[in-house]
């Protein structure tokens, strides 16, 4: 089936520094990303949509410049935190998705703790 | 985008049959089902999609009426591993479409 990897699985940076995300599609070519964030016992909230070879969208109240977001290739997007700070620590989710696939494929998550 | 509600939480016990509800009442004519589960930090994992009538795979079954403004979600014979929270989401099936989660419903699966 679809497999969307991510990583790092966790990490733990300090305060003002910035953090990359990968987020690759293995079997499928993937013409569309997107970026979640989750709090401990909240839903997943969806912070930008990126098409390969696009800017992203994103959505209301999400710093732009803050979460800089690039789909380079049809396998593989990334997500920087950028001059991260305590608040954005939180779990960060991939899922990627092509049209006729039937479906969004998510990858494992990664665990940002800014200290 | 549709929106869709779910109970916050429900409770059973092994080996009982788990049927989880989902409105979405302004479902679109392109619109699919989708359900996934999310264990803690982890992400989703997809479950099941359909569009109408019943579909069934290996692990749970998916019935939607013919007005489409529900759906269920029937999970045979859980057990403790089915612990989780379940998702159920509603969008088009081309590569562009946004997955909005709403609140999810939580299961609790006891011995």
């Known amino acids: 089936g679809a497999v969307v990897s991510q990583h790092p699985s966790r990490v733990i940076c300090k305060s003002g520094t910035s953090v990359k995300i990968e987020c690759r599609s293995l079997?499928?070519?993937?013409?569309?990303m997107f970026w979640y964030r989750q709090f401990p016992k909240q839903s997943l909230m969806l912070m930008a949509t990126?098409?390969?070879?696009?800017?992203?969208?994103?959505e209301q109240g999400v710093e732009k410049d803050k979460f800089l977001i690039n789909h380079a290739s049809l396998t593989l997007s990334t997500l920087t935190v950028t001059s991260a700070h305590p608040e954005d620590s939180s779990f960060y989710i991939c899922?990627?998705?092509?049209?006729?696939?039937?479906?969004?494929?998510f990858g494992q998550g990664t665990r940002l703790t800014v200290v | 985008l549709a929106k869709t509600t779910q109970p916050i939480s429900m409770d059973s016990y092994e080996g009982q049959e788990v049927n989880i509800t989902c409105s979405h009442n302004n479902i679109a004519t392109n619109d699919y089902i989708t359900w996934y589960q999310q264990f803690p930090s982890q992400g989703p994992r997809f479950i099941i999609q359909?569009?109408?009538t019943k579909v069934t795979n290996e692990v749970a079954s998916l019935f939607i009426p013919a007005d489409r403004k529900s759906s269920t979600l029937s999970l045979p014979r859980v057990s403790l591993s089915d612990t989780a929270v379940y998702y159920c989401?509603?969008?088009?099936?081309?590569?562009?479409?946004?997955?909005?989660f709403g609140s999810g419903t939580r299961l609790l699966v006891r011995p």
């Open positions: 079997d499928f070519q993937a013409t569309t």
């Open positions: 990126s098409n390969e070879g696009s800017k992203a969208t994103y």
């Open positions: 989401l509603v969008g088009g099936v081309d590569s562009s479409y946004k997955l909005i």
């Open positions: 359909g569009y109408k």
């Open positions: 899922s990627a998705s092509q049209a006729g696939l039937g479906g969004a494929f």
